[in-house]
């Protein structure tokens, strides 16, 4: 964006960078014109032609086309390492429009546990329109060798998942994807771009709800699709975003690439926080279950180990005495907040298996807690009072 003659600074290098430092800098071009920092959000729904009729800066009308939502998708991009990136109304908008690329008749194999929505769109909304799906066990990706038929398309994959927390080697899940011609959409939403990149690791797709950690603060709905290099899928999924409309607005873009400048710094001490949360939970005699990647007798844990820089702020745990004393549990903490959603500067706490349409395989003792900004301490002392 900067301009030639100008007096600042030259251009950052791109490719040696940190994703700390691309992050922190996110939305941060400059502006030849002011000199501001921060970029604007534009909020302009459409833009100027020129006397002879042509668009000669390229942009047309704010559907099509944003200064603030590209520079979000190219953010996106950059730190998935993908090659571009595609920005929507919120992380079902996005997972839908993935869905929408395909043709009616082809078939779909989702992890066994994924994000209710996902399965939910894919079980009414998609299947009516002509999508077949399977679920399996992504722990073990024979598994999708088996369930594959000459019309799968997509392997959908999610780990660690919600609200189970489960691992899947996703290099492994990229390898069986390409034995039967299928692509691997990754939903990176629980690990985020600083903890994982399923791109180099062999994904074709990666999608987020922007809305949970990425813009972090509780106060965007958002969606993404990045695709990787040479996926011919890409321009079908920009003409969704483009003619069926299901777009970012710009106010969500600026407000999603604020609350990224901090991503690096704030899963930091998510970790560390849920780190002694689960440890504190695990050693607790009235919680049967501690499901966390990063305890040594999670099933996932060296494979977690070897494919993420660090464990995540997810953790869900068990009571002893199921889904009453679970609901107690919840009705008792005074710090953690209790709502849905995660990824956001405070605790939340979810009974999670009362918040999913039925039929729900989340066990009804289930707690889902995601580790906020709190001080550590200050959780421990909540759960260890509402545990009793
Ligand atoms: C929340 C969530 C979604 C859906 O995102 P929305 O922004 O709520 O539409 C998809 N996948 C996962 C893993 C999520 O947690």
Not at 286 to 303: A, E, K, M
Request: charged share 20%; glycine share 8%; net charge negative.
């Amino acid at each position: 964006m900067r301009q030639a003659g100008g007096q600042s600074n030259p251009p950052m290098p791109t490719d040696t960078l940190n994703i700390d430092t691309i992050l922190a800098q996110a939305g941060c071009k400059g502006d030849p014109t002011t000199g501001s920092i921060v970029d604007p959000p534009y909020l302009t729904t459409t833009y100027e032609r020129d006397a002879d009729g042509s668009y000669p800066r390229g942009y047309v009308y704010g559907r099509s086309d944003n200064p603030t939502r590209r520079s979000f998708e190219e953010t996106l991009a950059r730190i998935e390492e993908g090659s571009d990136a595609v920005a929507f109304a919120s992380g079902m908008a996005a997972i839908s429009a993935v869905l929408q690329a395909l043709n009616p008749g082809d078939h779909v194999i989702l992890n066994d546990d994924a994000y209710h929505g996902t399965r939910s769109a894919l079980s009414t909304v998609f299947r009516d329109w002509g999508l077949a799906f399977d679920e399996v066990d992504m722990g073990d990706p024979e598994n999708v060798r088996s369930a594959a038929r000459p019309e799968t398309r997509l392997v959908w994959a999610e780990s660690p998942s919600n609200p189970l927390l489960k691992i899947s080697d996703l290099s492994a899940l990229a390898g069986a994807a390409r034995s039967i011609g299928a692509h691997l959409v990754v939903d990176n939403t629980f690990a985020t771009p600083v903890l994982q990149r399923p791109i180099p690791l062999g994904a074709d797709v990666v999608v987020h709800s922007v809305t949970k950690y990425l813009s972090g603060h509780t106060d965007v709905l958002g969606g993404v699709v990045v695709v990787r290099e040479g996926l011919e899928m890409l321009d079908r999924i920009r003409h969704i975003q483009i003619t069926c409309g299901a777009v970012m607005d710009p106010f969500s873009a600026w407000l999603a690439l604020r609350g990224m400048r901090s991503l690096g710094a704030r899963i930091r001490v998510q970790c560390a926080t849920a780190r002694q949360v689960a440890a504190f939970l695990n050693n607790h005699p009235r919680v049967t279950r501690t499901y966390y990647p990063g305890l040594f007798d999670h099933p996932g844990h060296r494979i977690a180990q070897h494919q993420m820089a660090d464990f995540g702020g997810m953790l869900s745990f068990e009571m002893e005495g199921g889904e009453e004393e679970a609901m107690q549990v919840a009705s008792r903490v005074r710090v953690i907040r209790r709502a849905t959603s995660l990824g956001g500067t405070e605790s939340l706490i979810e009974h999670r298996a009362s918040n999913e349409p039925a039929p729900t395989r989340t066990p009804p003792a289930l707690l889902r807690l995601s580790v906020g900004l709190e001080h550590e301490d200050d959780l421990v002392s909540d759960l260890s009072e509402a545990l009793g």
